[in-house]
Each structure stands twice: as structure tokens, then as C-alpha cells.
């Protein structure tokens, strides 16, 4: 089967769309103060929504055409032809710094996944609905390496929480199992390794990096998901009091998968995505914020679906 398997963006530390569908997206931090950049002690929630339509199939760098998509069911690289990936995501962070110094992250994200796609010799679509817990990520950090606390370094891990026994529920291949980069856990406990720097560049524009780094440590049933680099790069405007735009720039690298359930052929590639958006503080302790992914470039191995744009929204507090 063709995979749908490149790493949304989704960050690690803001809900990254449970690392479950293909070229669907790259890191995204929407919310400062949980990526460490605050010195302040307690506790944050924040809850977020994801839209993800993968609705293009690509090949390389273009789009694919009709002889790309013929050529690679020929000779067997593909077994399917996919239609569409309609993802939603919902997620719970929880963010708790003890001091300036110390912090943990926790993101429990629950999955809804509409996915049509064309069996080799079929003529009529199979159809499954995927709702499901996804694999649940814990991360630790440090930020005490100098005095100003702008600086930190990541830790944690994602946990094998997610289902990973969905079967097609209409169509040809009804009670098929679906590919195992469409069910909503990856099966593998991952290492997340990471770092990040904040700094002011005028009394109204901070700006921010960070790197992330993903790795399967653990696996099940013949299934290793590829390893993935999150490149984050972002700036916000202060100067208008509440309200504060946004700009990142979201860029991510990723092998592909591997094992006897996986589709080598047809997962990995490189990403990079411009993210406007916008936060909106409505009090001391809530702010709601919105923000769209823009592909700027996408590369994928073989034939992989991927969105046109994404969309998140949520809204943070404290306690």
C-alpha cells in the first residue's frame, strides 16, 4: 500500500498531529510559554486543534501525474491508488515549569482520520474511519545553562498508546488491515532529543530556534517508523499589546520507514512550511491562537498524498 506516513506537524513539544500522516505538515509552535520560553513557575493547558486534508498526491518535488502514478502501479512500487486523508486532530498539553530552571511537557492527542484509496484492479474505493487515542509524548527541560534561562536542551519520550489494528470499513477491501503509517499509534516508543534558544531582537520582536530530533528506540510487528530533524525558526510582534502576530518557518527532514509492514518506497522526504498566524491574549491567564501552514517546498519519496495548507486553532491557559 501506498504509505500516508511523513510527520505532520505538527512540534514535539506543541501537538505535532500524532506523527500519522504523510507530508502532512512540520513542527508548529503556536504557543511560546510551552516550548520553555518563559521562566515562570505552573502550570499551562492548552488544547488544539489540527486540520490536515491530504487531498495531492506528489511525486519528488511536483505534483504527480497521471504517467508517474501508472508507471509506479506497473512495476509494483505502488499498490493503490489513494484518494484522499481527511485528518482532525484534538489535543491536550499539559505544561508544568517547577522553576526558571526545570520543566515537562505532556501532549495526549486523539485522532479522527478519513481515508479513501483504490485498490490495484478496483473499481470502486475503500473507505475507513479511524478514531482513536494517539501516542502520547512526555518530554523533560533544562533551560538553567546560563543565567538568563534563554537556552535549553530536550528530553522525553513518545509512547506506543496509539491502536494500530484498524481494518478498512467499506469497499473492496473491507476487513483488510490499513497500512500501518494510517492506524492512529506508531507501535514505538521514540527517543525525542531536542534544544531551543529565545532572545529579544527589539523591545517589540523576540524570535525563536529550536531542533527536535525523533527516533524509534523500541518497535512492534515489523514496523520502525523513519527518524525525523524538526527545524523551527520563528519571530512574534509584541508592539500591539494583545494581540500578537506570528511568522515560522517549519522545516523537517525524515527517513523512511522500515521493516516487513512498512513501505520504504513511499515514506520520508524533506518539508518546509511558512506559518502565519496570530495570539490573542483575552486575559492574564488565556490566550487563543490561529495559525496556517503554507508549503514553501515539499520532496517525497515515491507517490505520497499531501495538503495544499493546514490549518491549527486552540487555546492556552494557566492554573
Not at 486523539?110 to 502520547?136: E, F, V, W
Not at 477491501?173 to 531582537?201: E, K, N, W
Request: hydrophobic share 35%; aromatic share 10%; glycine share 10%.
Amino acid at each position: 500500500m501506498t504509505s500516508t506516513r511523513l510527520l505532520l506537524a505538527a512540534t514535539l513539544l506543541i501537538p505535532v498531529p500524532a506523527l500519522a500522516c504523510s507530508s502532512c505538515g512540520c513542527t508548529l509552535s503556536p504557543v511560546w510559554e510551552n516550548q520553555g520560553m518563559s521562566t515562570q513557575a505552573g502550570l499551562r493547558m492548552d488544547l488544539r486543534y489540527d486540520y490536515v486534508n491530504q487531498d495531492q498526491m506528489r511525486h519528488g518535488s511536483g505534483v504527480a501525474s497521471s504517467a508517474d502514478i501508472a508507471t509506479a502501479l506497473a512495476n509494483g512500487t505502488v499498490g493503490e491508488t489513494e484518494q484522499y486523508t481527511k485528518n482532525h486532530y484534538y489535543t491536550l498539553g499539559a505544561d508544568y515549569m517547577f522553576n526558571r530552571d526545570w520543566g515537562v511537557n505532556l501532549q495526549v492527542p486523539y485522532i479522527d482520520r478519513d481515508h479513501g484509496t483504490l485498490g490495484a484492479g478496483d473499481t470502486d474505493t475503500s473507505y475507513s474511519h479511524t478514531q482513536s487515542l494517539g501516542d502520547i509524548k512526555l518530554i523533560g527541560r533544562y533551560q538553567g545553562f546560563f543565567p538568563d534561562a534563554k537556552t535549553g536542551m530536550m528530553l522525553g519520550l513518545k509512547l506506543p498508546t496509539g491502536k494500530q489494528d484498524y481494518n478498512f470499513s467499506s469497499g473492496p477491501m473491507a476487513g483488510m488491515p490499513l497500512d500501518r503509517s494510517l492506524q492512529p499509534g506508531t507501535g514505538s516508543t521514540d527517543l525525542i532529543v531536542g534544544a531551543y534558544h529565545f532572545d529579544t531582537l527589539t523591545p517589540t520582536l523576540d524570535w525563536f530556534a529550536q531542533a527536535l530530533y525523533q527516533t524509534a528506540m523500541d518497535t512492534r510487528n515489523d514496523y520502525r517508523p523513519g527518524n525525523a530533524l524538526n527545524l523551527n525558526l520563528g519571530v512574534r510582534y509584541t508592539g500591539f499589546g494583545n494581540i500578537m502576530p506570528q511568522l515560522q518557518l517549519n522545516a523537517q527532514t525524515r527517513s523512511s520507514d522500515s521493516g516487513a509492514n512498512a513501505d520504504p518506497a513511499n515514506t520520508g522526504g524533506k518539508l518546509a512550511y511558512l506559518s502565519p498566524g496570530a495570539t490573542i491574549k483575552v486575559s492574564d491567564n488565556i490566550k487563543v491562537y490561529g495559525f496556517v501552514q503554507l508549503p514553501v517546498y515539499q520532496y517525497v519519496e515515491g507517490l505520497q498524498l499531501a495538503p495544499r495548507w493546514n490549518a491549527s486553532f486552540g487555546i492556552n491557559f494557566g492554573l
